[in-house]
């Protein structure tokens, strides 16, 4: 990539982020809590620049991308929370109380 490819792109970028941050912050409070919201949207921009620094060209929509990015990086967030809660350690002293150990399944 040439250097006035990547300042075009980092100039796009820098247009999109202040254009869109703000409604991108608003749809993904609306889908998590008040606290994470703010993170995945950094997250959510984090993407969009690698998919901008790999892309041939500017996306045909920008909000429509940012969305589309939003919505994996909200559901990999819930993926991981699953995930988390399917993991939980049993104490080893834990017996039920007929002395079965417990199945995880």
Known sequence: MKHSE???K???FNAVYAGSYAAVLRWISGRVPTDLAEELTQQTF???WQWLLAA???PKSDKSLLLS????????HYRAIAARAVCVAIPEDFD???????SPW
């Open 56 to 58: 041939a060209a500017f």
């Open 69 to 76: 990015i939003a919505r994996s990086v909200c559901a990999d």
């Open 96 to 102: 039920l109380p007929d002395g079965r150990i417990p």
């Open 10 to 12: 980092y100039e796009h």
């Open 6 to 8: 990547k300042s075009t």
């Open 46 to 48: 984090m993407q969009y």
